[in-house]
């Protein structure tokens, strides 16, 4: 079948074979496909979807289209967790140590941050001296040493998603379920891990701001992951305010070596004690209530800290860092943000203070920009605290003098206040296996 005759049938809302999917995706590789025909393919599965038997198609085609990391032959329990991506969401760099220090492995490659949400690989570059970058071998000689290691994504892995995926950031056909579900799980099921948890992201910081949706992608990417034989489970968290008080890569850092070191931040501590104890569960089939009293032991006990410290060293960051905060580069210029109102916060535009935190230079708009590690903000109220007139909002650092009365004016356009304390939602909507 040629590639017209593909997409018209798409186009149609008819059902493509494996064999179809498989030769359009490989003729976009050889180039024998090209981006107009693809584009329009996107298109029409944007507008028409795919069921179940497409979706799980177009995963292994694009899975299979470079190396395949066999983890689970090399190790036990091994087990990955995906964020959909949130605003402060700094979770990998405390749920990794934590149940690499239960006996899991955590064998993980991220991405770069893009738009108003940061990524766990430029968290992890603020850190003096660790290498993001490894070859294959060396990745798994740390994995090895310590049970995990985090790098960036491998160029071997999905190149057939990395090509799809540029021209569905440039055709507005980003936002649709089958297309985020697949590229999503071919990664995870090319890197191997046995088990995958996954942190399903709904409200206003998150890609999914509707939470039906964000159900909707969950049972999709679990289906998809159960017919490659993975243990799956989706944990389904509420982005309406940011996570934790950091927002910014050296600031999520520090925030996250705060919590391993014992500090309570409570809907931080939450979340990661939830992912922890379902990756606990799945991998080493330990109950949840059981999984979660080891977890919060591991962090009381300083064995997670001590396995953060053991994984940074041996993927090459300078320890004196992780063991004294207060050495890591600092922006030039920090201002306050002060409450133009007296009330509770009722509501945080959080993708608007993800914006902010981009703006300052903790983020980037395009995958070349330059990420100014130390830029970022700190949060001194979130939705529900009451805020008196004058009183302190946040604090902003940056090396761009030039951008803080801009960033001051859309910070206090993304906080509404009340004069009732607000119902405060549970970071955990929902865990579904």
Same mark, same amino acid.
């Given at each position: 079948?040629?590639?017209?005759?593909i997409?018209?049938?798409?186009?149609?809302?008819?059902?493509?074979?494996?064999?179809?999917?498989?030769?359009?995706?490989n003729g976009?590789?050889?180039n024998?496909?090209s981006d107009?025909?693809v584009?329009?393919?996107?298109?029409a599965v944007?507008?028409?979807?795919?069921s179940?038997?497409?979706?799980?198609?177009?995963?292994?085609?694009?899975?299979?289209s470079?190396e395949?990391?066999?983890?689970?032959?090399?190790?036990?329990?091994?087990?990955?967790?995906?964020?959909?991506g949130?605003?402060?969401?700094?979770?990998t760099?405390?749920?990794?140590?934590?149940?690499?220090?239960?006996g899991?492995?955590?064998?993980?490659?991220?991405?770069?941050?893009l738009?108003?949400?940061?990524?766990?690989?430029?968290?992890?570059s603020?850190?003096?001296?660790?290498?993001?970058?490894?070859?294959?071998?060396?990745?798994?000689?740390?994995?090895k040493e310590?049970?995990?290691?985090?790098?960036?994504?491998?160029?071997?892995?999905?190149?057939?998603?990395?090509?799809i995926?540029?021209?569905?950031?440039?055709?507005?056909?980003?936002?649709?379920?089958?297309?985020?579900a697949?590229?999503?799980?071919?990664?995870?099921?090319a890197?191997?891990?046995?088990?995958?948890?996954?942190?399903?992201?709904f409200?206003?910081?998150?890609?999914?701001?509707? *939470? *039906?949706?964000?159900e909707?992608l969950?049972?999709?990417m679990?289906?998809?992951?159960?017919?490659f034989?993975?243990?799956?489970?989706?944990?389904?968290?509420n982005?309406d305010?940011?996570?934790?008080?950091?927002?910014?890569?050296n600031?999520e850092?520090?925030?996250a070596?705060?919590?391993?070191?014992?500090?309570?931040?409570?809907?931080?501590?939450?979340?990661?004690?939830?992912?922890?104890?379902?990756?606990?569960?799945?991998?080493?089939?330990?109950?949840?209530? =059981?999984?979660e009293?080891?977890?919060?032991?591991?962090?009381?006990?300083?064995?997670?800290?001590?396995?953060f410290?053991?994984?940074?060293v041996?993927?090459?960051?300078?320890?004196s860092y992780?063991?004294?905060v207060? *050495?890591?580069?600092?922006?030039?210029y920090?201002?306050?943000?002060?409450?133009?109102?007296?009330?509770y916060?009722?509501?945080?535009?959080?993708?608007?203070?993800?914006?902010?935190?981009?703006?300052?230079g903790?983020g980037?708009?395009?995958y070349?920009?330059?990420?100014?590690?130390?830029?970022?903000?700190?949060l001194?109220? =979130?939705?529900?605290?009451?805020?008196?007139?004058?009183?302190?909002?946040?604090?902003i650092?940056t090396?761009?003098?030039?951008?803080?009365?801009d960033?001051?004016?859309r910070?206090?356009?993304?906080i509404?206040?009340?004069d009732?304390?607000?119902e405060?939602?549970?970071p955990?909507?929902?865990i579904?296996f």
């Amino acid at each position: 079948m040629t590639a017209y005759e593909i997409i018209k049938k798409k186009r149609d809302n008819l059902e493509l074979s494996y064999k179809e999917i498989f030769e359009f995706v490989n003729g976009y590789l050889r180039n024998d496909v090209s981006d107009y025909q693809v584009s329009a393919f996107l298109m029409a599965v944007f507008f028409n979807g795919m069921s179940d038997d497409e979706t799980e198609a177009l995963t292994k085609v694009m899975a299979n289209s470079g190396e395949m990391l066999k983890l689970d032959s090399c190790f036990n329990n091994t087990v990955d967790k995906h964020s959909t991506g949130g605003v402060g969401d700094k979770t990998t760099l405390i749920v990794a140590p934590i149940v690499a220090s239960l006996g899991c492995v955590v064998a993980k490659m991220s991405g770069r941050g893009l738009g108003f949400t940061g990524g766990t690989v430029d968290k992890l570059s603020s850190i003096p001296g660790y290498k993001v970058g490894l070859n294959i071998d060396e990745f798994l000689d740390i994995v090895k040493e310590t049970n995990v290691s985090v790098v960036s994504q491998s160029e071997a892995l999905t190149p057939a998603d990395k090509k799809i995926y540029a021209l569905r950031d440039v055709t507005a056909t980003v936002d649709s379920v089958p297309l985020i579900a697949s590229s999503i799980m071919s990664k995870k099921i090319a890197t191997g891990s046995k088990s995958i948890v996954l942190d399903v992201k709904f409200g206003s910081g998150a890609f999914m701001k509707d *939470k *039906k949706r964000a159900e909707i992608l969950a049972e999709k990417m679990l289906t998809i992951g159960k017919r490659f034989n993975r243990n799956m489970a989706a944990v389904l968290t509420n982005m309406d305010k940011p996570l934790g008080f950091a927002i910014g890569n050296n600031l999520e850092v520090i925030e996250a070596i705060n919590l391993l070191k014992g500090e309570i931040i409570p809907d931080l501590y939450e979340e990661c004690v939830t992912l922890a104890s379902v990756m606990l569960n799945l991998s080493k089939q330990i109950p949840l209530d =059981k999984a979660e009293e080891l977890v919060e032991n591991s962090i009381k006990s300083g064995a997670a800290f001590e396995k953060f410290r053991e994984w940074i060293v041996a993927q090459g960051g300078d320890i004196s860092y992780i063991d004294n905060v207060e *050495k890591f580069e600092k922006a030039k210029y920090t201002a306050e943000i002060l409450s133009e109102k007296t009330g509770y916060i009722s509501e945080m535009d959080t993708e608007q203070i993800g914006i902010c935190a981009g703006l300052l230079g903790a983020g980037r708009e395009n995958y070349n920009d330059t990420v100014d590690y130390s830029a970022g903000i700190i949060l001194d109220k =979130k939705t529900g605290d009451f805020v008196n007139r004058k009183e302190r909002l946040c604090r902003i650092f940056t090396n761009d003098k030039s951008v803080i009365q801009d960033i001051k004016d859309r910070y206090i356009k993304a906080i509404s206040f009340s004069d009732k304390r607000p119902e405060i939602n549970n970071p955990i909507y929902k865990i579904i296996f």
